[in-house]
C-alpha cells in the first residue's frame, strides 16, 4: 500500500502543482512538528460518494503563527493538492505543497512571508479512499460505506493537517453526500440541505478540542437504531443520546449492545466524577475494522461482531462486547478528554483504558472475573518483556514507523498491569482521587507520563519513592525478577535480590533494578499476614514487621497485584507448594507462572514441569488449569522425533487434563458458571488439536458436521452445537471431512453476513491438512469482494498449527507479499509472524532476517516486529538445544 499511494502522489504532484520530486530536504521533521504553526480551529468540508474511487474536500485552518516565516510544516499523505492559500486580512498567500518524507510530512511553501499572528491556511484536494485506514470503502453486503480509522496516523490520508495528539483543537465538520445516503460524526447533527443533483449537505455541531486521530465520520445506506438515552447522572442534568449505526439490514442485531451501553457510561462517570465529555454517542458496527475498536469522541466504530452479541451468545462473545465496550468508553475520559502530547505516552490512553474497562467491567458483571483477565494480560505480556528487543511502556518515537510498535502488550497489558499494581499500593481511594486530579487539570488538553504519575504519588504516603518506582516501571524494559530467602535469626526478615528475567539463551544483560511495590502475604502461626512496601537495589531486606515467629510460608507476590516474577529458596519454595490451596485465586495463578518462567529460564527440566501440572489441574481458575498446556504443545512439536513417542506423550498429557474435561462434560450445563463454559473450550480445543484426542474429536467432529448440515438437508445449523464449541467443532469436521465438508463450510461463508459464523468457518476452511483445499482456501484472499479485510488472518492464520501446512503458507505469504501488505495495511508487519510461524532454528531465523528485512523498513511497526520474531525463532533454537535428550517422563 505504501509503494501505491508514493505512486499516486507522484501523478498528483505533476498535475496539479507541476512538482515531480519530493523535498530532499535532511531537516524533515518526522517527529513531532515544530510549533511555527498552531492551529486553533479547523473546519472539514467533504464530498464523499462510496460508490466512487476518490473524494474531494476542503481544509480550513485557523492558525497562531508563532514568527514570520515563508515555510512551516504539516501532514498529507497521497493527497493531490489543486490549491492551497494562507489567508492573512484581505491577502492570500499562495502555497506550494511537497511532499517531503513517505510518512505523509507536507512542506508548505509560501511565495511570501506569513506574518506572525492570525493566519487561515485554505486547501482543497482529491484523494482515494484508503485501505482500512483514514476514509475507506466497505462493500459487505452489496452496498456501499464509509468508515474512518485516523489513528494512528490516518488522518493524513483523508485531509491535510497537523497531524499529531498534541494539536488539539475544535473542528467544524460537514460532509456533502448521495442525498439517500446516512452520514455520521463525532458530533450531532445540526442541519441538512438538499443539494442539486442529488446531493445534501449535512452539518455538525462543533466539536470539543480534538487531535486529528479521533476525528470520524462514517457514510452509506446504515441503519441507525435508536438505543436507550443515558439517562441524567451526578452533575449531568440532561441525558445523552445514543444510536447504533449498523450496515443496511443489521441495525436489529444491536439492541443487547445499545441496551447495555449506559449502564457502563454511568459507571465511568461516578467513578471519575467527571460527566460525559461529548454532545452525543454513536456505536458504529463497522463490516470490516483492522482494530477491535476506536474510541472516536462521540462515535466509537467496533468490528460489528462486538455489538451483535445477545443473551444467547458464546460466553467469549458476550465477555468481548462488555470487556471492549468498557475500554473504549473509559477513552472518552482518557485519552479525548486529556490527550497524551506524543505517540511516546500512548501508555496513558491505552494502559489506562485496558485497567479501567476491566473494572467497570468486571463491577458490572462480576461472573466475568475481569480481575482474573488483566492478571493473565500482564503474564502475556511478559513474554514480550522478556525479549532484548522488548521496548519500554515509555517508549521514545523517533520516526512514524515505531508508532504502530507502540500498540502492542507492553502498553497495553504490561501498562494496564503496572497501573492496577500502583493502585493496590498507593489504595484504591488515594490513587481514584489522583486520577480525578489529573483529569481536571488536563481537561481539553494534553498531559504526559510525569502528569499522571506526579497525580498519583501525590496521594500517596511517600510521593517521591512512589514517583521514583512508578517510573522505573514505564522507562526501562523488561520484567523484573525477584529471588527471596528467608532469614529467622532475629525478626524474620526477607532477603530480596533483584534482576531482569531472561529466558534461556538471551543475550541481553540482566543488570537492571526497580522500584518494586512488593507485597508478601506469610503464615505466622496459623494466621496468615500481609505487608507491603517497596524494594530498591540489587539486593534489600524486608523485615516481616507483624511476624511473631519465623513464617511456615512466604507468597512474595501477595494476591497477584506485582508486575514481577519471583523465586523462594528451594525450602519455601517446596513450603508454597504444600501450601497451594492456601493461596487466593491469582496467588496460585502466580505460583503457576513462578515454575513455567523458570521452566523458561532454563531452571526447571521439562520433567519437573511435567510433574507440577497435575497441581495446577485442582485449581478453581481456568487460567491456572491451563496453566501448562503450550509448553505441551511445544515439547510435543520441538523435543519429540518419532510418531510413537509422540502418541505416547499425548496419552500421559491426556491423564493430567481429562479428569477435569470428564468433571466439565462436552454439553455446557443449565447454570453452570461463564468460566467453566470458557475452561470447557479451552479444554475441548487442546483434545482435540494439541492432543488429537480420537474421543473429543470424533464428538466434535459430529457436532461441527450437523452445524454444515452434512447427512441431512445441507442447510445451515448454527445452533447444531454449543456456541462456546462451534469453532472447533467446525475446525474438525473440515480437518476430518475432507472436500465434501470444505464444500459445505464454503457454500454456508459465502451465504452468511454473520461476522462471528464467518470468521469460524473461515478458520475451519484454512485448518484443513489437504493441500489441494488449502490451496482453495488461500485463493479466497484474492476473490474480489468475497473477504473483508479483516478476515485475511482468519483464514490464513489455521496453516500456522501444523508442521505439514507451514512450507506452502510461507511460499504463499513469499510471493504474494506485496498485494498482502497493501490490503492489510496498517497491520501488514504481522505477515512476518505468519511467514516465521513454527521456526525453531538458526537458519530459519536468518532467513527471515534477510528476506523481511527491506520489506520491513517503510512498514508501520515493521522492523520491531521483524527484529522481535527472529528473537523469538532464535530463543527457541536455543530452549530446543538445551533440552535435546532430557526425559519427558510424567510423574505418575
Known amino acids: 500500500m505504501t509503494l501505491l499511494r508514493r505512486s499516486l502522489l507522484a501523478t498528483a504532484l505533476v498535475s496539479s502543482l507541476g512538482l515531480a520530486h519530493a523535498a530532499d530536504n535532511a531537516n524533515v521533521p518526522k517527529g513531532p512538528l515544530p510549533r511555527t504553526v498552531v492551529p486553533s480551529l479547523v473546519s472539514l468540508e467533504l464530498k464523499l460518494d462510496p460508490k466512487q474511487a476518490n473524494f474531494t474536500g476542503t481544509t480550513r485552518i485557523e492558525a497562531n503563527v508563532a514568527e514570520a516565516t515563508d515555510m512551516f510544516w504539516m501532514h498529507g499523505r497521497g493527497l493531490k493538492i489543486s490549491k492551497a492559500e494562507a489567508i492573512v486580512g484581505d491577502k492570500r498567500i499562495a502555497l506550494t505543497a511537497t511532499e517531503a518524507d513517505v510518512s505523509g510530512v507536507l512542506k508548505m511553501q509560501a511565495v511570501s512571508k506569513i506574518p506572525a499572528g492570525k493566519a487561515v491556511i485554505e486547501i482543497a484536494y482529491e484523494a482515494p479512499f484508503g485501505e482500512l485506514q483514514g476514509a475507506y470503502r466497505v462493500k459487505p453486503d452489496g452496498n ?9 496516523i490516518g488522518a493524513r490520508n483523508t485531509f491535510p493537517s497537523f497531524d499529531e495528539p498534541s494539536f488539539k483543537q475544535p473542528w467544524d465538520i460537514t460532509l456533502i453526500v448521495p442525498q439517500d445516503d446516512v452520514a455520521v460524526a463525532n458530533s450531532a447533527e445540526t442541519k441538512t440541505e438538499k443539494l442539486a443533483d442529488g446531493w445534501k449537505k449535512v452539518t455538525f455541531a462543533r466539536t470539543e478540542a480534538l ?78 475494522f483492522w482494530a477491535g475498536a476506536m474510541e472516536n469522541a462521540g462515535l466509537i466504530v467496533y468490528r460489528d461482531s462486538l455489538m451483535f452479541p445477545d443473551e444467547t451468545s458464546s460466553v467469549s462473545q458476550i465477555q468481548s462486547y462488555w470487556g471492549v465496550s468498557a475500554h473504549e468508553l473509559a477513552h472518552q475520559w482518557f485519552g479525548d478528554l486529556v490527550t497524551m502530547k506524543w505517540w511516546d505516552d500512548l501508555w496513558l490512553n491505552e494502559a489506562f483504558a485496558t485497567w479501567m474497562g476491566n473494572k467497570i467491567h468486571g463491577q458490572l458483571r462480576p461472573e466475568a472475573h475481569t480481575d482474573r483477565g488483566i492478571l493473565e494480560g500482564a503474564i502475556g505480556a511478559m513474554g514480550a518483556d522478556s525479549l532484548s528487543s522488548t521496548r519500554r511502556i515509555h517508549e521514545p518515537i523517533n520516526d512514524f514507523t515505531q508508532i504502530q510498535s507502540a500498540f502492542d502488550g507492553i502498553t497495553y497489558q504490561k501498562g494496564g498491569a503496572v497501573l492496577a499494581m500502583f493502585e493496590r499500593y498507593v489504595g484504591e481511594e488515594a490513587f481514584q482521587t489522583g486520577i480525578r486530579n489529573y483529569l481536571k487539570d488536563h481537561a481539553r488538553g494534553n498531559a504526559t507520563s510525569a502528569d499522571l504519575i506526579a497525580a498519583v504519588a501525590k496521594q500517596s504516603n511517600d510521593p517521591k519513592a512512589v514517583d521514583a518506582a512508578f517510573k522505573s516501571f514505564i522507562d526501562q524494559p523488561g520484567v523484573p525478577f525477584v529471588k527471596v530467602a528467608v532469614e529467622c535469626t ?3 526478615t526477607l532477603v530480596v535480590t533483584q534482576q531482569r528475567y531472561l529466558p534461556l539463551g538471551s543475550s541481553a544483560s540482566a543488570n537492571a533494578t526497580w522500584g518494586i511495590p512488593l507485597s508478601v502475604r506469610y503464615a505466622d502461626n496459623g494466621t496468615v499476614r500481609e505487608e507491603k512496601g517497596i524494594v530498591t537495589g540489587a539486593s534489600s531486606r524486608f523485615e516481616l514487621k507483624n511476624a511473631t515467629s519465623c513464617p511456615t510460608w512466604v507468597m512474595p507476590n501477595a494476591h497477584g497485584a506485582g508486575y514481577y516474577r519471583f523465586a523462594l529458596e528451594p525450602k519455601y519454595q517446596q513450603a508454597l507448594s504444600t501450601a497451594f490451596a492456601q493461596l487466593d485465586e491469582r496467588e496460585q495463578r502466580v505460583y503457576a507462572d513462578s515454575i513455567t518462567s523458570a521452566y523458561g529460564a532454563g531452571q526447571v527440566t521439562p520433567k519437573e514441569l511435567l510433574a507440577a501440572l497435575p497441581q495446577f489441574t485442582t485449581a478453581q481458575v481456568r487460567q491456572t488449569v491451563t496453566a501448562g498446556m503450550s509448553a505441551i504443545g511445544w515439547m510435543d512439536e520441538q523435543l519429540l522425533t ?48 494439541t492432543l488429537k484426542d480420537a474421543q473429543v474429536r470424533a464428538e466434535m467432529g459430529k457436532q461441527g458436521r450437523a452445524v454444515l448440515g452434512l447427512g441431512g438437508d445441507g442447510k445451515l445449523n448454527a445452533d447444531a452445537v454449543p456456541k462456546d464449541l462451534r469453532a472447533v467443532a467446525l475446525g474438525v ?33 484454512g485448518s484443513t491438512e489437504d493441500q489441494a483445499l488449502l490451496d482453495r482456501a488461500r485463493a479466497l484472499v484474492f476473490e474480489k469482494g468475497l473477504l473483508r479485510r479483516n478476515e485475511i488472518f482468519p483464514i490464513v492464520g489455521g496453516q500456522t498449527e501444523e508442521a505439514s501446512t507451514r512450507p506452502a503458507l510461507r511460499q504463499w505469504v513469499d510471493s504474494h507479499f506485496s498485494e498482502l501488505e497493501a490490503r492489510l495495511a496498517p497491520a501488514g508487519a504481522a505477515l512476518v509472524q505468519l511467514y516465521a510461524a513454527g521456526m525453531c532454528s538458526n537458519a530459519e531465523a536468518t532467513d527471515v532476517e534477510s528476506r523481511f528485512t527491506d520489506r520491513m523498513k517503510s512498514i508501520e511497526g515493521g522492523p ?29
Request: aromatic share 8%; glycine share 8%.
Open 211 to 288: 487531535p486529528s486521530y479521533l476525528v470520524a465520520f462514517a457514510v452509506g445506506p446504515w441503519d441507525v437504531p435508536a438505543g436507550p438515552d443515558i439517562a441524567p447522572n451526578g452533575s449531568r442534568t440532561t441525558p445523552i443520546k445514543l444510536r447504533g449505526v449498523a450496515a443496511k439490514g443489521q441495525g436489529g442485531r444491536m439492541k443487547y449492545s445499545l441496551e447495555h451501553t449506559p449502564e457502563i457510561v454511568r459507571a465511568l462517570e461516578s467513578w471519575f466524577g467527571i460527566p460525559y465529555p461529548f454532545d452525543k454517542l454513536d456505536n458504529v458496527a463497522a463490516p470490516d
Open 144 to 152: 456501499d460505506y464509509v468508515v474512518t480509522q485516523m489513528e494512528p
Open 642 to 689: 518419532s510418531e510413537a513417542d509422540r502418541n505416547a506423550f499425548r496419552a500421559k498429557a491426556a491423564e493430567i487434563y481429562r479428569p477435569r474435561l470428564d468433571q466439565l462434560g462436552l454439553s455446557p450445563k443449565q447454570g453452570e458458571p461463564d468460566d467453566d463454559r470458557l475452561l470447557r473450550a479451552s479444554l475441548v480445543n487442546f483434545f482435540a488439536g
Open 490 to 492: 532475629g525478626k524474620p
Open 733 to 765: 469436521a473440515v480437518q476430518d471431512g475432507g472436500k465434501e465438508a470444505f464444500d459445505a463450510a464454503e457454500k454456508h461463508f459465502r451465504a452468511s453476513q454473520d461476522p462471528t459464523l464467518r470468521s469460524q468457518l473461515l478458520g475451519a476452511m
Open 864 to 892: 520491531l516486529e521483524l527484529k522481535q520474531t527472529v528473537e523469538a525463532v532464535r530463543l527457541c533454537a536455543a530452549q530446543k538445544d538445551a533440552r535435546k535428550g532430557m526425559p519427558l517422563a510424567f510423574n505418575k
